[in-house]
């Protein structure tokens, strides 16, 4: 018989083995077996492409020491279908704080950041303003029209067929000083060539993290002048007007470099901390809806199917990460309402 073995277990292996198999029912089978990243890194980019996890760039050495040979410029993928190894493909410049988009088949890279310094020499960072589309198809990146400057630390969203680019700063090599980004710029994607239009921001912020719902961006987290900040912005892009919601729960340092994503219309973040939260519909509170098995920054965070989201990379305990980490979400009955 069943129960009286059941009855026979340690507690602590019962509540676990319980955790596995509502884990499994919620998502209606196990979990794949991820391979690893293709190398240990933070500060990336990263999208999902037609069956396809797409990775590009970031920062592979040491935590604030940045040279040519720390930063990338390769581009991986991996089939989720059958998630068995990398594919490498085209790469380009190598940069970091750069995040990636997928756009109607079409993969899309926008900015980042280029250290010019060889390792050992004086740092010599700056802001990239080229923005390039990649043809999966052709295995080709296309040069698009370039940002009107630099831009590094930021995040890119696509709200419908409008790219948009939030936050950041430009660094312009060792001897100026960084600017911080005052405008969110976008581009509808329909326009060919498109051209850049500027929406000022309330706020000065890098290492944050936005979500698209609709004709409204979502802005969460990150760095001002002044030191760690938890706020959300919202970007009503129909009105091209701004609006604040709640801020992150927890302790201010926990929102520097959080990751974000979508699932099922609903906004879910990932701190620092490990904590992931979702946005009440109402949209006026957080919940806490999952933990990590371990602490990331400059991590990103994807929607993985209708149950889960996929955590990967960042950095956390003094070293890089290439581990990828499927979160399970419990449900909730309504989406946000701009995503119905």
Known sequence: MIFPKILRLDK??????????LTASAVGTAEPQLPALPQAVS??????????????????????????????????RLKLSAPERWEELPGGPIAQGLNLVSHKGKVYRVGGMQPRNAPGEAADNHSLAEAARFDPVKRQWEELPPLPAGRSSHDVVVARDLLVVVGGWQLRGRSHMPLWHESTLVADLKEQPWKWQAIPQPFRRRAL??????????????LSPD???????????????????PDLPGKERAAFAPAACVLNGQLIVATNEGVLYRLLPEGKEWEKVGQASRKRQVARLLPWDEHAVLLLGGAGGGQNHDSLEIIPIPPRPEPTPEAR
Do not use: N
């Not at 990336?44 to 040279?67: E, I, M, R």
């Open 12 to 21: 602590a292996i019962l509540a676990t083995g319980i955790m596995a198999v």
């Open 43 to 76: 500060s990336f980019g990263a999208t999902v492409c037609d069956g396809y996890l797409y990775v590009y760039g970031g920062h592979a050495g040491k935590t604030h020491s940045y040279d040519t040979r720390s930063v990338l410029g390769s581009f991986h």
């Open 209 to 222: 993290a936005a979500a698209a719902i609709g004709q409204k961006v979502y802005v969460v987290g990150g």
């Open 227 to 245: 030191g760690p900040e938890p706020r959300l912005d919202i970007l009503d892009l129909a009105r091209r007007q701004w609006s604040r919601g």
